[in-house]
Antibody, heavy 115, light 112 residues
């Protein structure tokens, strides 16, 4: 069974930074492209970012481009999302997802941006 | 960006009855490689989303065969042949053909 665990969420002030991590324990993360998707409280799903297996192909939603950075450390079997210049509208549960086809989702980590 | 429009947004269904959710895209989802990257996801209350189907009609392992995806071009449908209590939740379509990846607004299925 695929197991993805996100961490690093929490409460941060507007303008602050957070780094989310996603660790895979039951598969080799380097074999897969990965995505981040977020869901604001009570709202729908919004794709945030994509990274391919090598890390050379990366894409971002317009709403986060220039503020968020996706990366991966295949040796640590981990995926990251560095989030800078956070805004209230970035408040959401952030999910890490295995695969270009969005095969499996983690349980999510909540990011709250508020003063 | 490709806009994904789902209907209805709320779907009350009697147990054992069929249900159908429509998803329309603002442009064709046929990729230059010939594939159509349209997925359906289910999000039960309090849970993460899980994928039901990919590339329009391929059902995921463990997904009951009462779920089926169909469609082409810009019009897609998720059908549930006989709704069960465990099907309550929100259903999303998603296109992966064009960047950025976009989701439909979600359809909330409830039991009448």
């Amino acid at each position: 069974e695929v197991h993805l665990v996100e961490s690093g969420g929490g409460l941060v002030q507007p303008g602050g930074s957070l780094r989310l991590s996603c660790t895979a324990s039951t598969f080799t993360l380097s074999d897969y492209s990965m995505n981040w998707v977020r869901q604001a409280p009570g709202k729908g799903l919004e794709w945030v970012s994509y990274i391919n297996t090598s890390g050379r192909t990366i894409s971002y939603a317009d709403s986060v481009r220039g503020r968020f950075t996706i990366s991966r450390d295949n040796a640590k079997n981990s995926l990251y999302l560095q989030m800078n210049s956070l805004r209230a509208e970035d408040t959401a549960v952030y999910y890490c997802i295995q695969g270009f086809y969005f095969d499996y989702w983690g349980q999510g980590t909540l990011v709250t941006v508020s003063s | 960006d490709v806009v994904m429009t789902q209907s209805p947004l709320s779907l009350p269904v009697t147990l054992g009855q069929p249900a159908s959710i429509s998803c329309r895209s603002s442009q064709s989802l046929v990729h230059s490689d010939g594939n159509t990257y349209l997925n359906w996801f289910q999000q039960r209350p309090g849970q993460s989303p899980r994928r039901l189907t990919y590339k329009v009609s391929n059902r995921d392992s463990g997904v009951p065969d009462r779920f089926s995806g169909s469609g082409s071009g810009t019009d897609f449908t998720l059908k549930i042949s006989r709704v069960e209590a465990e099907d309550v939740g929100v259903y999303y379509c998603m296109q992966g053909t064009h960047w950025p990846i976009t989701f439909g607004q979600g359809t909330r299925l409830e039991i009448k």
